[in-house]
C-alpha cells in the first residue's frame, strides 16, 4: 500500500494514495492516542475474499473518503461514491507556514471533468484536521460527500446539531435475508430522531447505537435551517473518547448515517464488520448520482443536493474531523458552540469542555 504521512503535534495522519482514504488517524491528548477512525479487517487481511465486482472503496474501506458523487454512479460512468474514492491520488506538496502544516492531493482521474483536490491542514495544538475537497472546472452538477467512519468496540451516543427530519431509503440496504438484514422501517421519516420506526413495528434511538444485534441500516438526517455550525459527536464507551465531525450546514445540508453492524454475511463482509457507524455530511440525494441531479424529494423542500460545475469555477468543500478524550462517565454532549478560539462541548451534566479550534476554517 502506497501512503503518505504526515504529522504536527498532537496530530497525526496517513493518506491511502491508491483511493484517497484516510488510513489512519492518531491524536495525542495528554498521555494518551486516541484512533477515532475506522479501518476494515479485511484491508490487512492477505487472504480475505473478495468477490469480482468489489468496489477499489470496499476492498480499501478506511477512516474517511471523499465522495463525488455520492452512492450511485449513475451519470458517468464509474464505481459507487466516484474515482475520488476508488482511484489513486498523488501527493502533491506539503507546506509549513509557522504553526500550520498542510498537505495537498490531486486526484488522478477527473470528475465530470473536474479536476478534484484534497488539502489537508493541522495546527500545532489543535486536535482536528482541517479538510478541504476543491472541483475545478467541469460541466454539469456532482453530489458530494465525505465518508467518515467511527469503530464502537462497546457502542457510544450521538450528538448532534439539530435535525429538521430523519428520512430511510425505500428499500432496506438489504433485502435477502440469506444476505443479510435491516432493522429501520423503509420509506419512513420523521422527526423524533429517538422514536424512528423499526420494520417489525417497534421504535429505534438512532443517537443510540448499536440499534441491535446483527444489522446493516441507513438514514439521512436533514439540517435544521437557521445554524452556521454542523456538528457530530460521537462519545464512545469502551475506548473513553469523543469524536468530534463539524460542517457548514448550507454546504452539505445532509448528514446520512450508516450503521453496520454484522448485518452483511456476504464477503468480504462476512458479518466481521461491527460497530462502525458512518458520518456522512453530504450534499446528495441517498437515491445516487442522477437523482440528486434531478428534482427530487430533497430538492423540492429546498434543500440543496448537488453542486454545478464550471469552467473557470472551483467549488470548496470543507470539514473538520477531530477527537479528545472522555472520563468512563463521560456524559452525553448537548451542544457545540465556538467563542473565538475555542470550541465547546457541553454535557447533560452541565460540565463544559474547551478545546483548540480555527473558527475561520468555516468561515471562508
Known sequence: MATYSFDLDPVSVSIDLSVGHIAELKIRDGNRILSP????PWVDDPEADFPPDTPANVRRLSGDFFCAPFGRNDIEEGPSHGWSANSAWDHIETTRQENRLTAVFRLQRKVMGAIVEKRISLIAGHPFIYQEHSLTGGEGSVSV???????MAGGGDLAISPKRLAQTLPEPLETDPARGRSLLAAGTETADLACFPLANGGVADLTAYPLGDAHEDFAALVERPGHSLGWSVVSRKLECDRVIVLKRPDTLPLTMLWMSNGGRHYAPWS???TGVLGIEDARASPL?????????SLNQRGIATAFQLEEGMTTTVRQIIGACASGKDGDWIRDVTVETDRLFLRSQ???VGTLAYDPAFLSA
Open 37 to 40: 477512525l475506522h479501518r476494515a
Open 145 to 151: 460527500a465525505h465518508h467518515v467512519m467511527v469503530h
Open 288 to 296: 445516487g448520482h442522477a437523482d440528486s441531479c434531478r428534482e427530487n
Open 271 to 273: 458479518s466481521r464488520h
Open 349 to 351: 451534566d452541565g460540565r
